[in-house]
């Protein structure tokens, strides 16, 4: 499972939103469209991009502040996909 690391200086909405919720794939990332995390991880893992993402979901297109969490995600997403294709 992907863990999600925020800069010291940045407590994400992310963060915030996990600390009620048991399973991170119900995690709200967008508070305006109420995208789920694993709606979000689906999404990426089908090979669609952020603004792919942004139109299928609302996620990212209201006020924005979920931006840097969604591309956090991704860019987990894809250092992990690259560690396991290293592996192989």
Not at 55 to 70: F, H, L, M, Q, V
Request: hydrophobic fraction near 30%.
């Amino acid at each position: 499972m992907l863990q999600f690391k925020a800069s010291e200086n940045h407590e994400s909405n992310f963060q915030l939103m996990s600390l009620n919720n048991a399973n991170p794939a119900d995690e709200v990332m967008c508070s305006c469209s109420g995208t789920k995390r694993g709606e979000i991880l689906n999404l990426f893992e089908q090979g669609l991009d952020m603004d792919a993402v942004s139109r299928r979901t609302g996620a990212i297109s209201g006020c924005g502040g979920c931006e840097w969490d969604i591309a956090e995600l991704q860019r987990e997403l894809a250092e992990q996909k690259n560690k396991e294709e290293q592996g192989s």
